[in-house]
């Protein structure tokens, strides 16, 4: 059963007034990979290919997430969380001269297109303060230019272990560079032209060509560690990301399976959609459907969309081939700004943007069959089929929830979830009360109510669609004195009075929201007590 945590939360407290619950954000897709510069394990969010190319530097061969984060705004895509992951990268080191020993620091980002450079002066300084001195760090876009692409300047700070402004504890909130090693006993000279008469500029220090691009990735970079908050983990404390992509390690090497069940764990648990590329040696429809069947992958929260796509190597200057899931979260991004999720049969069609074209040619009769098995297919012209094929997610046919075949369906049900769980967290700071338990479910009706009148569930009645329970059943006298809040909810994404339902536990700063089971054809306040009183409290 899926469990969902989130730690840290700030809540202002203030139950008495209201607190509309705010539609999570769709279309926004995290991707985790390797880049030629950048922050490493930490989650940046960017609007355009431009932002990637000036924080992580743009295209580079060896990146399979450059060309995927080109190809996801060339067709579609609005919004980016980039995750910059490397495998035994180095950073550049910089020297300053301290006396007969030195100042040794080492760059923050690792990378050999990390160039750095910093300057030492002891303006405004007194002749009291023989241990002080003011540090200026600039991180350039290329050696020897004055394209300063980031500056910190840090004064008065001291090489004295016990000083409050110790050079080693300033720099931990450094963007730019760390202390590498012990410090001099004496403080860094001033560097050549630092405080000289007639306002000349300083001379700066730069740092030495040592840094490191590291070897290719593999799945364990890209799982991480959930406690160092590194690969897939840097994104633990993102939200407002419903889609995720982890491009190929290296051109001629997949995401291996391991990789992918945990990225699938790790966005049933935020409410997201993995979108997986296929495997390299899919290349036609036959060898994808005979492969697909002993394929061990599959889950409800992964799609798939067949075949590879081919796009020009503006490095390479030639055609190249390329996993597809990030122009198809393009795609999907874009169709959500037409469109909602729980339209499928309005939505546009999975037409590539000219510029990508198809890796392999797919008939109609084998689209239909692909999209039986579990696999969407890209279009580079709209069909000429009269049955549209509904988008699948890779639950198959013998998944546990039929309903969760369905892209639109799983993703609305995580879409409601998500915007429920994050709208009501002020249920964490307020009193744990029966006034308190109506607001919120009269809160969370308004919400569903609204989505409701929108077409979004199933039935033509509100009992039909949708029901909200935050009361004595599910707050029982126990659960209070265990300092938990519950809230109960279901949706009909099908078929009218049959309902998915989750549970929503608030209790010491975490929130939680785990699928529960509730008779979809009773309802009734009696039946439902009785659904909760057996399946959910004590299950």
């Known amino acids: 059963m899926a469990e969902h945590g989130t730690f840290g939360i700030s809540v202002t407290p203030d139950a008495q007034s209201e607190h509309a619950i705010a539609r999570s954000p769709t279309g926004v897709t995290a991707f985790v990979g390797r880049a030629l510069k950048g922050p490493l394990n930490r989650a940046v969010r960017i609007a355009s290919f431009a932002e990637f190319q000036q924080i992580f530097g743009g295209l580079w061969q060896p990146s399979t997430l450059s060309y995927a984060l080109e190809q996801y705004f060339e067709n579609g895509g ?3 969380i980039v995750v910059r992951l490397a495998n035994g990268a180095r950073p550049p080191t910089l020297s300053l001269p301290a006396g007969q020993g030195e100042l040794a620091l080492e760059g923050v980002n690792p990378g050999s297109r990390e160039y750095l450079r910093a300057a030492v002066d002891y303006d405004g300084l007194g002749g009291g ?7 200026v760090l600039q991180r350039l876009r290329m050696p020897g230019t004055e394209q300063i692409e980031d500056q910190e300047i840090f004064r008065r700070v001291s090489v004295e272990p016990g000083s409050a402004r110790n050079i080693c504890d300033l720099l931990l909130e450094s963007r730019i560079v760390r202390v590498h090693g012990s410090l001099p006993l004496a403080r860094p000279d001033p560097t050549p032209g630092a405080g000289a008469p007639g306002g000349h500029a300083a001379h700066y220090v730069a740092s030495a060509n040592n840094g490191d691009d590291g070897a290719p990735l593999t799945n364990y970079d890209v799982i ?16 407002g990301f419903d889609l995720l992509c982890i491009p190929p390690l290296a051109r001629e090497q997949d995401v291996g399976l391991a990789t992918l069940l945990v990225a699938a ?9 993995l979108v997986v590329d296929p495997p390299a040696e899919w290349t036609s429809a036959e060898k994808t459907l005979d492969a697909f069947r002993s394929w061990p992958f599959r889950s409800e929260n992964a799609v798939m969309f067949f075949p590879r796509v081919v796009a020009f190597d503006r490095l390479r200057n030639r055609m190249e081939t390329f996993g597809s899931a990030a122009a198809a979260a393009g795609m999907l991004a874009r169709d959500d700004e037409v469109c909602p999720l729980w339209a499928p049969g309005q939505s546009v069609e999975p037409i590539l943007r000219p510029g990508l074209k198809l890796a392999a040619a797919v008939e109609d009769a084998d689209r239909a069959r692909l999209a039986h098995a579990g696999i969407n297919t890209l279009q580079s012209v709209r069909s000429s089929a009269r049955t549209r094929l509904i988008p699948c997610t ?3 046919p013998g998944g546990g929830c039929s309903d969760w075949r369905y892209l639109a369906a799983r993703r609305l049900a995580l879409f409601v979830v998500a915007s429920i769980e994050r709208g009501a967290r002020w249920l964490l700071t307020a009193p744990n009360k029966p006034h308190v338990w109506a607001q919120a479910q009269a809160e969370v009706e308004r919400f569903l109510e609204e989505l409701s009148r929108e077409g979004a569930f199933a039935g033509s009645q509100p009992q039909d669609s949708y029901f909200v329970i935050c009361d004595e ?10 300092g938990k809040t519950h809230l109960l909810f279901g949706i009909a994404t099908s078929r009218p009075a049959e ?6 536990t608030y209790q010491g700063g975490c929130s939680r929201a785990r699928p529960v089971a509730v008779n979809r054809l009773a309802t009734s306040r009696q039946r439902v007590e009785w659904e909760i009183e057996t399946s959910i409290l004590r299950g």
Do not use: K, Y
């Not at 303060?129 to 540090?135: G, H, I, K, Q, S």
């Open 224 to 239: 991480g560690s959930a406690a160092a908050g590194t690969g897939l983990w840097a994104l633990q404390a993102q939200e």
């Open 129 to 135: 303060e023989p241990d002080r001195f003011n540090l």
């Open 473 to 482: 059943r599910v707050n029982r006298r126990e659960t209070v004195a265990e």
């Open 394 to 396: 890779l639950a198959g």
């Open 265 to 273: 764990r790790f966005c049933r648990e935020r409410h997201a959609m």
């Open 499 to 504: 309902f998915h339902a989750w549970l929503i």
């Open 78 to 80: 609005r919004q980016a």
